[in-house]
């Protein structure tokens, strides 16, 4: 598959037993984000206008320097544009591992989540991609049998499992 | 969901999408022979399944495919998933650099 047959906008859906704002914070806490996907500790100032930034947690980090990559402070950037805990959040994001990347500059991300009578819940992310082919690429899973992960459908997938079960793919 | 995937139609469906996301019904229906009603039909079983989802866009409705409940079925079923994705991780970097 190649970029060019990705449309701009990607969009995800999962359905999760657990309550709005556990929901919440899996994406919002430091402490849940480096427990699924990608890992990596997320911080969001909840404000129009405050920074958004994720730092790599520790097992990632000393996994990379174990094969000589120093990373950065900080892998992705990003700036809040709306916070309305528990139920939408939108940001732009910026993934700086990778030169390509970095330099496609900031798409934006919203994440919304909806309560479904039952104890359920929706968790709709909706990626706009537009200068960004190569995160795009990232993003959609595309490039998993290379390594570099199954994007947002398995990331939410991971969410899925950590909240309803206590474990991530990981542990 | 498998009810939904096996029909051949909607599968043809989601391999449109799957080509190129974000299309509308009109898009989609002209590469089918079939109405628009019988499209629409397909659409809303595929929606249930929570396969699609839809989003307005000023006046038109864009159908999105949604990977999620197929990669939900992937990762509780293939085996060996904890050891992929720790090497996913580690490998991450390197193989992004690789890919320009």
């Not at chain 2, 029909?7 to 799957?18: G, I, V």
Request: aromatic content about 8%; proline content about 4%; hydrophobic content about 40%.
């Amino acid at each position: 598959m190649s970029a060019t047959t990705l449309s701009t906008t990607q969009v995800y859906r999962v359905y999760i037993k657990a309550t709005a704002e556990a929901i919440w914070t899996a994406i919002t806490d430091p402490d849940w984000t480096d427990r699924y996907g990608y890992t990596g500790r997320a911080h969001y100032e909840l404000r129009p206008g405050g920074r958004y930034w994720v730092n790599p947690g520790a097992e990632f980090r000393a996994e990379a320097e174990r094969r000589g990559n120093i990373l950065a402070d900080v892998i992705i950037d990003g700036e809040v544009l709306e916070a309305d805990p528990p139920r939408k959040l939108v940001t732009t994001f910026r993934m700086l591992m990778d030169e390509q990347m970095a330099a496609e500059g900031f798409s934006r991300i919203t994440h919304e989540i909806k309560e479904i009578p039952g104890g359920v819940c929706s968790l709709t992310v909706t990626h706009e991609l537009e200068n960004t082919p190569t995160l795009a690429l990232l993003v959609s899973g595309a490039q998993e049998e290379y390594g570099a992960g199954g994007g947002h459908a398995w990331v939410l997938s991971d969410i899925k499992s950590l909240l309803e079960t206590g474990k991530s793919f990981a542990t | 969901m498998f009810k939904a995937l096996a029909d051949p139609t909607r599968r043809l469906l989601l391999d449109q999408l799957f080509e190129r996301d974000g299309r509308t019904l009109t898009e989609l229906e002209s590469g089918l022979d079939m109405t628009r009603f019988g499209v629409m039909k397909h659409l809303g079983v595929l929606e249930d399944a929570g396969l699609i989802i839809t989003r307005k866009s000023g006046r038109e409705k864009l159908h999105f495919l949604n990977p999620v409940p197929i990669r939900l079925i992937h990762d509780r079923w293939i085996d060996k998933y904890t050891e992929r994705q720790i090497s996913a991780l580690a490998d991450l970097k390197t193989k992004l650099e690789g890919t320009t």
